[in-house]
């Protein structure tokens, strides 16, 4: 089996494994609002609190994600697939915030309105991990709003039904 071909199929067989979908949101040195997609995102600890995601070192936001010292993952809703594009697409793009409604949140950090959950994080460890760079964050507040989530599965988008 080639190479490519591997990765292909390791890739298909990670996606038989449903996962919501997040946008992650922080600030670069310069304080400009950066966030990207991520369907890494998982609960690690209730005490303390404690939080994970994962940032792809080829990401064009690697840099900013990897040093930022705090960080907020909202979990999206089905309604909100056009987020998840949006910022998957535009994650390098300084100007995407032009384009969704957001406001600032705990230490200035970008927040999307209208989220099923959204955990204001501060970096607690960063840890290797393969071709990305796993955060771990300690989670000072959060909110909760239960709705249907944006699920992933199978490379595609997905309803729950």
Avoid at 21 to 47: Q, R
Avoid at 101 to 116: A, I, N, R, T
């Amino acid at each position: 089996m080639t190479q490519k071909r591997q990765y292909r199929s390791l890739r298909d067989a990670f996606g038989q494994f449903a996962t919501g979908v997040t946008v992650v949101t922080a600030l670069d040195n310069k304080k400009t609002p950066i966030g990207l997609t991520a369907n890494s995102f998982a609960s690690v600890s209730l005490e303390p609190a404690l939080v994970s995601w994962c940032v792809d070192k080829s990401s064009t936001r690697f840099e900013e994600f990897s040093k930022a010292d705090y960080f907020s993952i909202s979990v999206l809703t089905e309604k909100q697939e056009h987020l998840s594009n949006l910022f998957a697409s535009r994650s390098w793009d300084d100007t995407v915030f032009e384009d969704v409604p957001w406001y600032e949140g705990h230490h200035g950090v970008p927040q999307l309105p209208d989220c099923m959950a959204r955990f204001h994080c501060k970096t607690e460890h960063v840890y290797e991990g393969g071709d990305h760079l796993i955060i771990v964050g300690a989670v000072e507040d959060y909110d909760c709003d239960p709705q249907t989530p944006l699920l992933f599965f199978h490379g595609q988008y997905k309803q729950v039904k």
